[in-house]
């Protein structure tokens, strides 16, 4: 009886070590994994949001962080920039840049990687005062939560304005606050865990859309309600745009729009080069003598379209660095006193 006795204790002592084992291995690989993706990948600690009445949302103020390895910085003015530079204004010349998530880079684009940064250094090798460019912008930001950032925020004193318009934004209404700590890509607070950040934010929505994907049917019927709707969105981006620019105007400063397109318009088999509402938009531009860098249309030379996307909207780094260039000489074309009148760089 006794001897029977020892073997289950004996039995069940080892199922218990094991188990043991098996425990200490996941809450230790949970561990490291969960340091890795801190440490390693800055999951864990995203730019947060936060709901504004005016604007829809903006990134909260004075945030310095990494994610991807990448640097993310928000200044207190809710822009991806550093502290802004003191005036007297002949010190300088200052750029405000103010667009979506192309203008804003993503946190896969390094800060010094983003549009208005690659242009900050591409005209300072023109102009011998000190240049600045200010990057306000958030992603999914349509025509509407630009002018209303403006209008809100103000112009800070800017020496040249861009607007920086997509193929999606013409048709884009205004974002607003819903999606702000509801939507994983709008947080407003840290999550608790990395792991849960992984799984929330960047797993789980791929997954759901490959098997959205699987099980989609062929739809169809609709275009003509879409067609109304897209056609009622215009007019109302329209509507931002001329206020927008009006409110620019009224304080004399030169404005500038750098329209950027979606790969398929520029590169591969489906190559277009208008949108159905684009010259609806370009006629508005022209009516208030706006300069428009219409890189649906006139798209650097250089590498292939292709291979300077990181997907259908947004510039990779290479892509960022040629549109910049390509926007550096527009604006020395097309603001004369970029460089404060004479002080561009002679070329050697």
């Not at 306000?136 to 925020?153: D, L, M, P, T, V």
């Not at 950027?260 to 684009?278: C, I, K, L, Q």
């Amino acid at each position: 009886m006794q001897l029977g006795l020892s073997r289950v204790l004996s039995g069940v002592e080892g199922k218990t070590r094991y188990l043991l084992y098996v425990l200490l291995l996941i809450v230790g690989g949970t561990a490291v994994t969960e340091v890795g993706l801190r440490v390693g990948l800055g999951l864990g600690r995203p730019p947060l949001l936060r709901a504004d009445s005016t604007v829809g949302y903006v990134f909260q103020a004075s945030q310095d962080l990494r994610r991807f390895t990448n640097r993310v910085r928000i200044n207190r003015h809710h822009q991806r920039s550093g502290p802004l530079m003191t005036k007297p204004d002949s010190t300088f010349t200052r750029l405000l840049f103010v667009g979506d998530s192309v203008t804003w880079g993503g946190v896969l684009t390094d800060q010094s990687d983003t549009i208005p940064a690659e242009a900050e250094r591409s005209l300072e090798g023109q102009c011998y005062n000190p240049i600045e460019a200010l990057n306000a912008s958030a992603g999914s930001w349509g025509i509407g939560n630009a002018r209303a950032y403006i209008e809100k925020y103000g112009l800070f004193e800017s020496d040249v304005i861009v607007l920086q318009i997509g193929t999606h934004d013409l048709t884009q209404p205004k974002s607003t606050s819903d999606v702000v700590g509801r939507h994983p890509s709008f947080p407003n607070e840290n999550p608790t865990l990395a792991i849960e950040e992984l799984a929330t934010r960047y797993l789980w929505p791929r997954l759901r859309s490959y098997l959205s994907h699987l099980g989609r049917g062929q739809g169809g019927g609709q275009s003509g309600d879409t067609d109304a709707i897209s056609e009622g969105h215009l007019a109302q981006n329209l509507d931002h745009l001329r206020e927008m620019v009006g409110r620019i105007q009224s304080e004399q400063i030169p404005v500038v729009i750098l329209h950027t397109p979606n790969r398929n318009e520029v590169a591969g088999p489906s190559v277009s080069d208008a949108s159905p509402y684009r010259q609806q938009f370009l006629h508005v531009t022209d009516s208030m003598r706006v300069p428009v860098l219409n890189l649906a249309r006139d798209w650097p030379e250089g590498p292939p379209p292709g291979v300077l996307y990181r997907d259908y909207v947004h510039l990779n780094e290479r892509g960022n660095a040629v549109v910049a260039d390509t926007l550096q000489h527009f604006l020395m074309r097309n603001v004369p006193d970029l460089c404060d009148d004479g002080k561009k760089r002679e070329e050697s």
